[in-house]
């Protein structure tokens, strides 16, 4: 039975209808970041995909509200939430969520500055979350036509993306590791704008359908010399970076026991290195 911390969820709950009152749809988060309602289909295998059209509590993302009586009956439900999560891609802002790990042994932010070096944009003052483990996260507004999807190290190692779907946690949620905090001077700033073409970055136009001979030529060796450059902290990361990649451009398959090796010649053993290009290929849409 989850412990109820009632002053740590009386704060996240003020926090919650604060940021309610911001136009930000929001739903009570637990100390592990997760949803704080349980799906109310969860024992019943056989129920059809339901995003709350059966009007009970427990449906993720799809709960945010910016309604203050619908966000107190949401934590009356959750006594032992200690936190909220903002829903992204939802009007007014169409929030994007530019999430900078320190997690994952790699250098996050200076991989977004070389991003926006080679792709000519700048990050511009926007709400700046700090999470407990020292990491960031940038708020961005989107266009209302333009679906931005959630992502885990697509666009650079230790980069999520936090997009239509997906939720970030509230500044002033308490989770198992600390407080996640506004940074100063940010917390009265709107979701800036995202800038044109880090938005093209992040909703990749679709592939044409890739001739089934494709191989990985020099971008498959790159992706593979990627992998051998890992450091201890970074192997898992960069493996499944470089996997995404490969599945991305169509020649997964072909490239898959050449990453293995190069993943095992780092020091993953093998049973690790197969799971996470299993698991890119999964997250990773593949050509026809």
Request: aromatic residues 4%; proline residues 10%.
């Amino acid at each position: 039975m989850a412990t109820i911390d009632r002053q740590a969820t009386t704060l996240a709950l003020a926090h919650a209808l604060s940021a309610a009152e911001r136009g930000l749809a929001v739903i009570p988060l637990s100390r592990t970041k997760l949803p704080a309602l349980r799906s109310p289909h969860r024992d019943d295998p056989t129920a059809p995909p339901c995003h709350g059209g059966c009007g009970r509590f427990g449906h993720g993302v799809y709960d945010a509200s910016t309604d203050p009586r619908r966000i107190r009956a949401l934590f009356a439900a959750a006594p032992w939430a200690t936190g909220y999560g903002i829903a992204c891609g939802l009007d007014p802002h169409h929030l994007i969520g530019i999430d900078l790990d320190t997690k994952s042994g790699t250098d996050s932010s200076a991989a977004l500055r070389e991003l926006a070096l080679r792709h000519l944009f700048t990050i511009p003052e926007t709400v700046v979350v700090l999470t407990p483990s020292g990491g960031r996260h940038l708020w961005l507004s989107g266009p209302p036509d333009v679906v931005v999807p959630n992502s885990a190290s697509r666009l650079a190692p230790g980069i999520d993306i936090r997009g239509a779907g997906g939720y970030l946690v509230g500044p002033g949620s308490r989770t198992e590791h600390g407080v996640y905090s506004t940074a100063p001077g940010t917390a009265q700033l709107p979701p800036a704008p995202c800038p044109a073409s880090l938005l093209h970055l992040l909703t990749p136009p679709p592939r044409t359908p890739a001739p089934t001979a494709t191989t990985p030529d020099r971008q498959g060796q790159g992706l593979v010399q990627f992998v051998l450059a890992a450091h201890e902290g970074q192997r898992n990361t960069r493996l499944f970076w470089a996997a995404c990649r490969a599945y991305e451009n169509g020649f997964g398959p072909q490239l898959t026991e050449a990453l293995v090796d190069a993943a095992v010649r780092t020091g993953l053993t093998e049973r690790e290195a197969r799971s996470t290009i299993t698991s890119a290929s999964r997250m990773t849409p593949h050509h026809p």
